[in-house]
């Protein structure tokens, strides 16, 4: 989601998912707030889950720009 800042126009639910992706990639950590509200609404074991889809697309991405693969074309991003 494109924005400027946090995003505040989903639910709260996403609200927060979109907080903590945000603040996993962009500080690398959670902060004590979110983290909190994440155990709260998810449990530890989601939470975790959580934590850790967010922290392999980060790897995945960084790992992938360092390294300069190129996107595949094909239906969906394909080249004007």
Same mark, same amino acid.
């Given at each position: 989601i494109a924005v400027d800042g946090a995003?505040?126009?989903?639910?709260?639910?996403?609200?927060l998912l979109c907080r903590a992706a945000d603040?996993?990639?962009?500080?690398?950590?959670?902060?004590?707030e979110a983290l909190a509200a994440l155990l709260e609404r998810h449990g530890v074991?989601?939470?975790t889950e959580l934590i +850790?889809?967010?922290s392999y697309f980060n790897m995945?991405?960084?790992?992938?720009?360092?390294?300069?693969?190129? +996107?595949?074309?094909?239906?969906?991003n394909a080249s004007a």
């Open positions: 995003v505040t126009s989903l639910d709260p639910e996403g609200n603040e996993i990639s962009r500080d690398v950590r959670l902060s004590d074991r989601q939470a +850790l889809c967010v995945l991405s960084r790992f992938l720009e360092s390294t300069r693969v190129e +996107l595949e074309q094909g239906p969906g």
